[in-house]
C-alpha cells in the first residue's frame, strides 16, 4: 500500500483492489456518478447508441425511405411521455411544412429530419431522453444556419408559443437553403 500526500489535497490510498479516497478521516469509494464505470456511459447514453446501430444497418439494407422513416419517427413520438410527445408533434408539423424535401427517420432514437444525401440536418430531443429538464431542437452542421463566425445550433423548449413556433419555421426554412 502506498500513500501519498500533497500539501493542499486529500490523502489518497491506493490498492490494487480498490481505489479509495481519504478525506478528513473518512473513507468513501471513487464513483462515478450516474455513469458505467467500464464503459463510460450510462444505460440512457448506452442505449442511444445501440438504437443509432440499428438505424445504421437499417439505411445499410436500403430502408431509407420516406414512408419507413415517418413510420419510425411516429412511433418515437407516440412513446414520449406527453409533454414530450406535444412538443415533438409540433417540431415535427412545423418541419414537414417549411422543409417538405427533408426525409423524416430517427437518430440516436430521436426523430430527426435529413438532406436527399441522408445528412441530419435538424432532430428533436425530448428531456425524458436523459432525464433532462427541457427538450431541444438540434441542427448539425449540414444545416445552413452560418450567421457570421458565432450562432446556436441547438435551443432549449420547455413549451411553444406562437411566436416560438415561427422563429422554428425561420429557422427550419433557413436551414435547408
Not at 412511433?75 to 422543409?99: C, F, G, Q, W, Y
Not at 416560438?164 to 435547408?176: D, M
Request: a positive charge; charged letters at 30%.
Amino acid at each position: 500500500m502506498r500513500r501519498t500526500r500533497t500539501y493542499g489535497e486529500d490523502m489518497t490510498t491506493k490498492t490494487a483492489a480498490k481505489k479509495t479516497t481519504t478525506t478528513k478521516g473518512t473513507t468513501a469509494k471513487n464513483t462515478t456518478t450516474d455513469k458505467d464505470t467500464k464503459s463510460g456511459f450510462n444505460a440512457d447514453e448506452r442505449a442511444a447508441m445501440k438504437e443509432r446501430a440499428k438505424e445504421l444497418r437499417a439505411e445499410a439494407k436500403g430502408a431509407k425511405n420516406r414512408e419507413k422513416g415517418l413510420a419510425d419517427l411516429e412511433s418515437k413520438i407516440a412513446e414520449m411521455p406527453d409533454d414530450d410527445r406535444a412538443l415533438a408533434e409540433t417540431i415535427h408539423r412545423i418541419v414537414t411544412e417549411n422543409a417538405p424535401d427533408l426525409l423524416p427517420k430517427t437518430w440516436y432514437g430521436m426523430p430527426a429530419y435529413a438532406d436527399a444525401n441522408g445528412k441530419t440536418i435538424c432532430f428533436f430531443k425530448a428531456a425524458s431522453k436523459f432525464g433532462a429538464r427541457y427538450a431541444e431542437l438540434g441542427f448539425n452542421e449540414d444545416a445552413m444556419l452560418d450567421d457570421g463566425t458565432m450562432w446556436p445550433t441547438a435551443y432549449a423548449i420547455s413549451a411553444l408559443s406562437p411566436a416560438q413556433e415561427k422563429a422554428i419555421a425561420t429557422l427550419v426554412t433557413r436551414a435547408v437553403s
